[in-house]
């Protein structure tokens, strides 16, 4: 496979990219999850990051350049997940289904499923299509395969710190990327879940949208609330015990996980309340899931 593009192509996605002239910020927050604490100063240098999520337009260009398969196109192998049930062993990824109606929350595995065949291509399983997405988010994409893509369109995944930072817009401390109030009703500031977690979502929620939908922040970013989780480069360390709001935890298997940033399109107030720039979790990086993306970084 290629790892890197052509001249131009490079110099395309470069001259899309912000530049982030960097500094020092508050990192986290010991105001809300644990994983988030402690709160510290933190100083990244300058750099450069893409103002959206890679779409799926995007995403089946490098595909076409590089005849990539995804983590979630390839068959998986038995050895490596011992006690797995067969039928779990089929090439797919994580699918969210929203419920018939109200459920205990306690119980992730209500509304989400292992599919096979669900991939970045087909997002909800077979027979679904990306037809009418070509400008949302491409999801079902595992770290290894953002880091394949940025490596090929001449970049890189940001790291921990610099999402962080490029999230807050140069808004120190803020709880939101647009500032410490929340959404009031009728204002669309970003695409999270509007309605009651996980059965019913007000119109024009309770799935991806189109990047760029929502309001920039202060540096032009899209979505870097809500809309699609984003991977990084930085490994997971779990500061102290998580309660994770957004996959069923593997028992078959210890993966390593790598920290995704931004919430997604499934952080509900009642529920996941991660749609902030402090908020991160630790994912496995071998899995991808209908909520989970990424931006490139330079």
């Known amino acids: 496979m290629p790892t890197t593009t052509g001249p131009a192509t490079a110099t395309a996605i470069r001259s899309s990219m912000v530049r982030i002239a960097g500094g020092a910020f508050t990192m986290g927050s010991d105001q809300h999850y644990p994983e988030e604490s402690p709160a510290r ?5 300058a750099f450069e990051i893409a103002p959206q999520a890679v779409t799926n337009r995007e995403f089946a260009a490098f595909v076409r350049a590089t005849v990539y398969r995804t983590v ?6 038995p050895a490596q997940f011992p006690g797995a049930p067969a039928e779990n062993l089929h090439a797919g990824s994580m699918v969210f289904t929203g419920t018939s109606g109200p459920v205990d929350l306690r119980h992730l595995s209500q509304w989400w499923a292992w599919t096979p065949g669900a991939n ?7 027979g679904s299509t990306i037809a009418d997405r070509a400008d949302h988010p491409v999801v079902h994409v595992a770290h290894e395969d953002a880091a394949a893509y940025a490596v090929w369109a ?8 610099e999402w962080e ?6 808004l120190e401390g803020a709880e939101f ?8 009703p009728g204002e669309r500031r970003a695409n999270y879940w509007h309605g009651d977690f996980p059965w019913r979502a007000e119109r024009g929620y309770g799935r991806t949208s189109p990047v760029g939908s929502f309001p920039p922040n202060g540096y032009g970013l899209h979505d870097t609330a809500g809309n699609v989780w984003e991977w990084t480069s930085d490994r997971y360390v779990d500061p102290a015990a998580e ?11 210890t993966v390593e996980r790598r920290v995704v940033k931004g919430g997604s399109f499934l952080c509900a107030d009642s529920y996941c309340r991660r749609y902030r720039p402090a908020a991160r979790r630790g994912q496995e990086s071998d899995t991808g899931m209908s909520h989970i993306g990424f931006r490139i970084a330079g």
Do not use: N
């Not at 930072?165 to 140069?170: C, D, E, T």
């Not at 309660?243 to 298997?253: F, K, L, M």
């Open 41 to 45: 100063s933190v100083t990244v240098a």
């Open 72 to 77: 979630a196109e390839r068959p998986l192998d």
């Open 120 to 126: 970045w291509r087909r997002p909800s399983g077979p």
């Open 154 to 161: 001449g970049g890189r995944l940001p790291t921990e710190a």
């Open 165 to 170: 930072f490029a999230a807050r817009g140069g």
């Open 177 to 184: 990327t647009w500032g410490d109030e929340a959404e009031r």
């Open 243 to 253: 309660h994770d709001c957004c996959a069923p935890a593997s028992e078959a298997v």
